[in-house]
């Protein structure tokens, strides 16, 4: 073989070229821009020191603003690091105690999270005291719909703190002025003055009200969403399923009153949930009942004995003349239950035998657990009426019947109550409607009209809205005896009313509502949407609410006429229905009790074990009763929504 490195016509043949080596990279750059050598920075420091001493010019000039940043760049991380939390302290500002009180509670007072108040009265004690203001928590009740549900009676207090704006009790706080006074002169009052007297007058005018009825009232409603216990549990075997219907039911903050076919009357204890009597007198059954809360405070006289105080009654009836004067049953009563009427009982030495010349100004609603104020009688009151055809009113306290008003000549198939007057209006399937005075036991008047049975009544102030099967609805005044009105447009059967004193709304067979002007008695709005028999009706300001038998409840806004929500509550007959600012409670036949939010209407929770069929539901702030058959026997439940530690 050749040799090529040898050869000389190859190696002619190689080209060498020389490659320059690459450029080498910038250095990078260091943590410091600064122009100013680090030595020079340092006599520079030094000698700014030397001249001010510890102190730093006060020029605010671009040459200290330079000469800082030079300074900062200049610096190590651990240098940054410890200026940094040097600085930090100092930059922090208490901007509430910086702030007049009254500036402090208003800036509070737009906070709409109650845990957000929780923390901000542990930041300091400036912040615990502002926290606690009254105003704060009068803010919080009104954002969330307490106000309206305050109930300061239960706590011994009377209602005249909400009568009296947060407002008006501002103008006569002495601290006020006396702030004003120090402001204007350039000084600023601080918690040491104001707060000192503003607990000492929030102590002498209403300790804590709003904060307390706030927080009672939210862990309540909070409660209603995720807890709530069961007081009890009644269970009654039945022999005959059609003698252990529930009919009717009545609640109010002390008694769950419950009507029964067998033609019985079961009083429970809100409270406890104990069966505390048992009404027995009707002939055959229970179709309505109305509950008549005692009106009655304990105080003390002089000798320290317990006496009974009842409140001036403010309404009443028309006056009658001598020759018209109805049959009373009163003269024939005991003493014992002409006081539990509240006849013959002295108030401040003076007799007190209502007058009923004077009608009552303002109007009140019905209430949805068909419960009503008392006119000043020690003693709750019970009105059933039923298959018997007699009207009976019983005295909770001793569980006796006072009165058996005959009368109509069929079964009375509703009942309604009037607030502050005993005055008990009842409708029949004799097609008339019926007013009573249950003080005194006499019948007043018959309202006559209608054509077929009277199958609903709503009340508010003395008028009476009644429901008839002849399709039509009435207006009726209860102190004449007038018809105001009739409501003609409805082409089957009305099963249910609902009034307010400015509307009213029929539901019926035809499947559709009718909403209807009281005064003019024009219709406003037909409304649809349910496709069978719409059973059940409930009147807001500003919300109407319907359930009907083919499971579905429908929230109608009243301005305009349009419908909110359309829930697939049950999977059939809707049985009770009752909302209030916040809940909305349906019961079914399907055997379900479902929560709902009344604003959104999303679905929150089952408030019962799932049951054959439920009866009747109604609730009030506390309390919720459950009537309902479940593994072939009645049941009735008591629940509880109280906080633990107040339960």
């Known amino acids: 073989m050749e040799d090529l490195s040898v050869n000389p016509l190859v190696q002619s043949q190689t080209h060498y070229v020389a490659i320059a080596s690459p450029p080498t990279p910038a250095p990078s750059p260091g943590p410091s821009h600064s122009n100013i050598p680090r030595k020079r920075l340092s006599q520079a420091i030094g000698a700014l ?31 940054l690091l410890f200026i940094s939390t040097t600085i930090a302290p100092r930059l922090k500002r208490d901007f509430l105690y ?140 039945v022999i005959n399923p059609d003698m252990g219907v529930i009919t009717s039911l009545a609640l109010d903050k002390d008694w769950v009153v419950v009507g029964l076919a067998n033609s019985k009357i079961l009083v429970f204890s809100a409270h406890t949930g104990v069966l505390q009597r048992t009404l027995v007198g009707h002939d055959s059954g229970v179709w309505g009942v109305c509950l008549v809360s005692g009106s009655s405070h304990a105080v003390s006289d002089d000798t320290g004995r317990k006496t009974h105080r009842r409140r001036v009654f403010s309404g009443g009836l028309a006056p009658q003349t001598s020759s018209s004067e109805p049959q009373s049953f009163e003269s024939a009563l005991p003493p014992a239950l002409r006081y539990a009427l509240g006849l013959n009982t002295d108030i401040d030495g003076m007799r007190s035998s209502p007058d009923f010349t004077r009608t009552s100004s303002k109007s009140v ?77 006499r019948m007043l008047r018959i309202l006559e009209g209608h054509h077929q049975s009277v199958r609903c009544l ?6 009476v809205v009644s429901g008839s099967y002849d399709t039509t609805c009435r207006l009726w005044d209860v102190d004449t005896g007038e018809c105001l009105h009739v409501l003609r ?69 009243l301005s305009p006429y349009n419908v909110v929500h359309r829930i697939a509550a049950h999977d059939s007959s809707v049985t009770s229905l009752q909302f209030d600012n916040n809940f909305l409670v349906t019961a079914g036949n399907d055997g379900r009790v479902r929560l709902y939010e009344t604003q959104t209407g999303n679905y929150v929770r089952d408030l019962s074990e799932p049951s054959e069929n439920v009866w009747k539901v109604a609730f009030g702030r506390e309390t919720c009763a459950v009537m309902c058959r479940r593994a072939g026997q009645t049941v009735m439940e008591i629940w509880s929504m109280k906080p633990t530690e107040t339960a």
């Open 49 to 79: 020191s030397f001249s001010f001493g510890s102190s730093i010019p006060t020029q605010d000039s671009p040459m200290r603003r330079q000469f800082l940043t030079d300074v900062l760049n200049s610096c190590t991380p651990s240098e």
């Open 98 to 237: 910086s702030l007049p009180p009254e500036l402090a509670i208003h800036i509070l007072g737009y906070i709409d999270d109650p845990r957000t108040l929780a923390r901000a009265a542990q930041v300091s004690k400036h912040w615990n005291r502002l926290v606690h203001d009254e105003f704060v928590w009068k803010r919080m009740c009104m954002w969330y719909g307490f106000v309206n549900a305050l109930d300061l009676e239960s706590e011994g207090r009377e209602r005249a703190p909400l009568e009296t704006s947060y407002e008006d009790k501002i103008e006569k706080w002495p601290s006020v002025n006396v702030l004003q006074k120090t402001v204007s002169e350039g000084r600023l009052a601080r918690d040491s003055d104001y707060l000192q007297q503003l607990a000492c007058h929030n102590k002498l005018l209403s300790p804590q009200v709003y904060h307390q009825h706030f927080k009672s009232s939210y862990m309540t409603m909070m409660n209603w969403r995720h807890g709530g216990h069961l007081l009890r549990s009644h269970r009654m075997p």
């Open 365 to 441: 609603g019905s209430d949805q657990c068909y419960s009503s104020k008392g006119w000043g009688q020690p003693n709750a009151l019970v009105v059933s009426g039923g298959c018997d055809k007699v009207l009976r009113v019983w005295d909770v306290q001793s569980g006796l019947c006072i009165y058996e008003l005959p009368g109509h000549s069929s079964t009375i198939r509703c009942i309604r109550t009037l607030d502050n007057r005993p005055i008990a209006v009842t409708g029949s399937r004799d097609a008339t409607l019926r007013v009573w005075d249950i003080q005194r036991g």
């Open 458 to 463: 709503d009340v508010c102030g003395n008028k």
């Open 489 to 557: 447009g409805h082409f089957h059967q009305i099963y249910s009313v609902a009034y307010d004193g400015v509307r009213i709304a029929s539901g019926g067979l035809d499947t559709t509502v009718r909403v209807w002007d009281a005064v003019t008695g024009r219709c406003l709005a037909l409304l649809q949407g349910h496709t069978a028999l719409v059973c059940q009706l409930q009147l807001s300001p500003t919300l109407l609410v319907t359930g009907g038998s083919d499971g579905r409840v429908i929230t109608f806004s």
